[in-house]
């Protein structure tokens, strides 16, 4: 942040996660199974403000069935 503070600063994780709202987190990259099981604590982190972003989902129908549950803010994916 001090050279780039432009950048937001982001974690992923693969399995369950834990974000500390104290920390300068604004991306949150979350394996896309995480999805299924996560729900309430994805929309509380949007609500904080965080973005939250589904990685990475190579297949169209998972990657439609996450954007049409408004759970994600983006997509990272090896076939865009």
């Known amino acids: 942040k001090r050279y780039f503070p432009e950048n937001k600063i982001g ?5 369950g996660f834990s974000v500390d709202p104290e ?12 999805f ?24 169209q129908t998972i990657k439609e069935k996450l954007v049409g549950s408004g759970l994600v803010d983006g997509i990272i994916t090896d076939n865009p």
């Not at 920390?23 to 995480?34: P, S």
């Not at 729900?39 to 904080?48: D, G, H, S, T």
């Open 36 to 59: 299924l099981f996560f729900k309430n604590k994805i929309k509380k982190l949007q609500a904080e403000g965080k973005l939250v972003f589904a990685w990475t989902v190579n297949n």
């Open 23 to 34: 920390k300068d987190v604004e991306i949150i990259g979350l394996y896309w199974t995480n």
């Open 11 to 15: 974690t992923f994780h693969l399995t």
